[in-house]
C-alpha cells in the first residue's frame, strides 16, 4: 500500500461501502467549472487523484475527455473498479503518480487534497499535467449554519483532533504554490437527500477517523447520532431527511 496517512488508511479500508451511499453527489454546478474554469471536454485528458470509490466520476463524464483515477487505499479502489470498469484506474499516491510526464491537462482532487497537502505532492501533480494544465480541488462542506448540522459537527469534532481536514484549512498554507498561478475560489449549493440512517448516520461513519475507531466507540458514535435525529424537529419521524452542504471549488494553472 502507498504511503498515506494511518487514519485513511484504516478508516476508510472499513467504510468502503459506507462510502458510497453515505457521501452526497456533487452539483451540476461543478459541471460548469470544470467546462469553463478547468477547460475539461473532448479531448482532454483528466485524472481524479485520491479518488475513493470514484464519487466525482460521475461530474467527470459529463464534463468529456479521456479519464484516470489513482486511488492509495486498495478497498477503495476495488469500488471504484467495480463501479467504472471503463476508467483507467491505479493503485498509487499524490506523491508518487504512476503516469508519464505530461500525460493530463486537468488533475481534480475530489475530498481529497487535505490528506495530501505537500509540497512533494503538489511538484509530482505539476510533473504529471501538461504546459498550462490546471489543478481543481473541490470538497462537498457541512453548511454549519444549520443548528442541527452544527450539532451533528460537536459530536464529530473531538475524534478530528491533529487530523488533516478541509476544516481547519491547512491545506492551504501551501499556496500561492511554486510553478502554479493564483488560487481561484468558487462556492455552489449543495444537498445529500434520503432516508435519514443514510445521509446522516452512515455520512458519520464513513468518516475517515470515526470508521477508523473501535466497533465499541463507532457504535457509540452512531448512537449519539441516531438520538440526535430523534430529537431534531427537522428530522425526527421522517421518512427523509435533507443534509444541507455547500461545494468549495478550488482552481489554479500550471505555469511555466
Known amino acids: 500500500m502507498p504511503n498515506i496517512h494511518h487514519f485513511a488508511a484504516r478508516g476508510f479500508a472499513n467504510c468502503a461501502a459506507t462510502y458510497v451511499s453515505g457521501r452526497p453527489e456533487y452539483p451540476q454546478e461543478a459541471d460548469e467549472w470544470l467546462h469553463s474554469v478547468l477547460g475539461l471536454g473532448a479531448g482532454k485528458a483528466a ?58 491537462d486537468v488533475v481534480i482532487c475530489a475530498q481529497a487534497f487535505h490528506w495530501f497537502a ?37 459530536i464529530i469534532r473531538p475524534y478530528e483532533i491533529d487530523v488533516p481536514r478541509y476544516h481547519s484549512q491547512g491545506w492551504r498554507r501551501l499556496f500561492p504554490a511554486d510553478g502554479f498561478g493564483p488560487l481561484i475560489e468558487r462556492r455552489f449549493p449543495n ?13 458519520v461513519l464513513s468518516i475517515s477517523v470515526i470508521a477508523a475507531l473501535p466497533i465499541e466507540e463507532r457504535t457509540r458514535v452512531a448512537s449519539r447520532v441516531r438520538d440526535l435525529i430523534a430529537h431534531s424537529p427537522e428530522l425526527a419521524n421522517q421518512k427523509l431527511a435533507t443534509f444541507p452542504y455547500y461545494t468549495a471549488a478550488f482552481s489554479c494553472r500550471k505555469i511555466d
Open 47 to 104: 485524472l481524479d487523484l485520491g479518488a475513493g470509490t470514484g464519487k466525482f466520476l460521475a461530474r467527470l463524464r459529463v464534463a468529456g475527455g479521456t479519464l484516470a483515477a489513482v486511488e492509495p487505499v486498495p478497498a477503495m479502489l476495488e469500488e471504484l473498479v467495480h463501479a467504472h470498469p471503463d476508467v483507467i484506474a491505479k493503485l498509487g499516491s499524490a506523491e508518487h503518480i504512476p503516469f508519464p510526464d505530461c500525460s493530463f
Open 118 to 154: 505537500t509540497p512533494e505532492a503538489l511538484a509530482e501533480i505539476r510533473r504529471v499535467l501538461a504546459p498550462r494544465g490546471a489543478l481543481g480541488l473541490i470538497w462537498n462542506v457541512r453548511d454549519e449554519s444549520v443548528g442541527w448540522v452544527a450539532a451533528l459537527s460537536e
Open 191 to 203: 444537498a445529500h437527500c434520503g432516508p435519514p440512517e443514510q445521509v446522516i448516520v452512515d455520512r
